[in-house]
């Protein structure tokens, strides 16, 4: 059985190998240590058996009315198996729950895999995006969230932890990943 749960320090460790497996080119360690400890509550992962096997990371964008869907993935071993489509649902729910209007997200076009999953939900493709200095290119999708009576009690966006436990973050991914890296930044300057 897979269950969702908020991400905690001791997911980060499987989260960060996720990262590397399947966005190592991607993301830099920097951004990534920023999400994981700063932006802790904005992470889920799906854990089987009390093993974490897949993560999801979601942003406010209050600006554009919309849950931004930053990071999905699921460790190889898992997929197939309907574990991003029940993060995705989660995702929703979330959405709702706090307020915003839609989901959205973007995906590189050369990622064959991860367009064929889309394809297979209710994601609309609503546009592109290309930036010219990394030479990417994005779909971009969107699918909107059933809305909620406004609920006073309820702020719009992501709860945000208190500074000392994002200082207690940093310790812990310093301690269990260290600053040595298999992501982005160190594989440019060659010691990677
Ligand atoms: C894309 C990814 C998240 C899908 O995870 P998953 O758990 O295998 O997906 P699910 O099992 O929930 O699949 C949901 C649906 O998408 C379809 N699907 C998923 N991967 C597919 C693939 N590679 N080819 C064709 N269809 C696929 C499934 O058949 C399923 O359809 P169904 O419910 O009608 O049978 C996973 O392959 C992954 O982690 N990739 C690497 C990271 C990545 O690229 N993330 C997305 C960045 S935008």
Redesign the pocket.
């Known amino acids: 059985v897979v269950v969702i749960h908020p991400c905690g320090l001791q997911d980060f460790r499987a989260v960060h190998q996720l990262v590397c497996d ?2 190592g080119h991607l993301i830099s360690e920097s951004s990534l240590r920023h999400w994981l400890c700063h932006e802790t509550p904005g992470f889920h992962v799906a854990r089987h058996h009390g093993r974490t096997v ?1 993560f999801i990371h979601v942003q406010p964008r209050p600006a554009d009315n919309a849950l931004w869907l930053n ?4 460790n190889a071993a ?9 993060l995705l649902v989660f995702c929703e729910r979330l959405a709702a729950e706090q307020g915003f209007g839609k989901v959205a ?4 076009m050369d ?4 367009i ?2 889309y394809d ?2 209710d994601f609309k493709r609503v546009g592109e995006s290309h930036y010219s200095a990394m030479n990417l290119s994005f779909f971009l999708y969107e699918k909107p969230v059933p809305a909620r009576p406004a609920n006073p009690r309820v702020v719009p966006g992501i709860r945000t932890d208190p500074a000392w436990r994002r200082k207690v973050h940093r310790l812990f991914y310093a301690a269990w990943i260290g600053w040595r890296s298999t992501l982005v930044e160190l594989k440019k300057s060659g010691q990677g």
């Open positions: 399947d966005f897949a990071l999905i993935a699921v898992a997929r197939g198996q309907g574990i991003a489509r029940a997200l973007q995906c590189l990622n064959a895999p991860a064929a999953f297979q939900t």
